[in-house]
């Protein structure tokens, strides 16, 4: 695995993939690489216009490449819903999921089902996402589901009592709180795609401190200007950051129950390695809780 890069993805004829959130930064890189050696990519953004520009800049770069857009706001229970059904109403068999899409430090935000913007986003949405399209997942070749985490899930827990930040809420608190959580979802499903024998991998990855606009749409004032500066200083480029994310979907040795990110001083550059997360992330009782809170919230009760 030393210096993985891009250019070791195999041939990826026959697969289909959805990545979230791929309009743009690391979705965007993911689905171009995946449909340039060969995937059949589905791109989901927020808006018609941002999913149709991103599909026209793939095809453009590279012709003949089999991409297609659709709504999906994770946000929006429902339109989970709608885009799971529009794949199978389609006859759209999934192989892998690519959990990318996410909300980065805005002010206090609640969906319209009062679910905290950045929980409801980046865990919520995925959760259930992935609940809808584990069966067609299971059964397609060499199956995954790849949730992107973040180093700040270290600096991340569970706030079971306020949720949605009513009491006390900080948008770095929240978004590591929803970093957390995708750490947990990712192991706890491990642990239970293992336990009933299941062919899908359940595998997460993280991106380092990388360039894309993530840290400039979510958060405002001093903290959005700082971001803009870190950008410019200490982060890597985005086709580095989508390494780990493009390893954990593709690459034959990825394991299920491992984490993946840069190799580099702090997780912040370099090619991808397997990491640990943090301790607290491991607690089965934690994710077991925030499974069961999940199915609640969402409504989606999964079938494993």
Not at 98 to 104: D, F, H, I, P, T
Not at 224 to 245: C, F, P, S, T
Request: charged share 20%.
């Amino acid at each position: 695995m030393e210096r993985w890069t891009a250019d070791r993805i195999a041939d990826q004829t026959g697969r289909t993939f959805v990545v979230t959130g791929a309009n743009s930064g690391l979705g965007f890189e993911t689905a171009r690489r995946l449909a340039a050696h060969g995937g059949r990519v589905v791109l989901t953004a927020r808006t018609d216009a941002k999913g149709a520009d991103a599909v026209s800049r793939i095809k453009a770069a590279h012709p003949g490449a089999n991409a297609e857009y659709r709504l999906l706001d994770l946000a929006d229970s429902d339109s989970v819903r709608r885009f799971a059904e529009g794949l199978a109403d389609d006859g759209i068999a999934v192989d892998v999921l690519v959990n990318n899409a996410g909300v980065m430090m805005p002010p206090r935000r609640l969906t319209a089902a009062g679910f905290e913007s950045q929980f409801a986003t980046n865990h919520l949405g995925h959760f259930a996402l992935s609940g809808l399209l584990i069966d067609t997942i299971a059964r397609g070749r060499d199956p995954r589901v790849v949730t992107v985490s973040s180093t700040m899930h270290k600096r991340g827990s569970i706030h079971f009592d306020d949720l949605t930040g009513e009491r006390s809420y900080s948008p770095a608190g929240y978004y590591s709180q929803s970093k957390f959580a995708n750490v947990l979802f990712g192991l706890e499903l491990d642990r239970r795609l293992r336990a009933v024998g299941s062919p899908v991998r359940s595998i997460l990855a993280h991106p380092g401190y990388s360039d894309t606009n993530l840290q400039s749409s979510g958060p405002t004032g001093l903290s959005k200007q700082m971001m803009r500066l870190g950008n410019l200083l200490l982060a890597q480029r985005v086709e580095m950051g989508a390494l780990g994310q493009l390893y954990a979907a593709t690459d034959p040795e990825a394991q299920s129950g491992k984490f993946y990110g840069p190799k580099g001083f702090g997780e912040n550059r370099g090619h991808p390695v397997e990491v640990q997360p943090i301790e607290a992330a491991k607690n089965i009782e934690t994710a077991r809780r925030l499974w069961t809170l999940s199915e609640e919230l969402t409504g989606v009760v999964w079938k494993i």
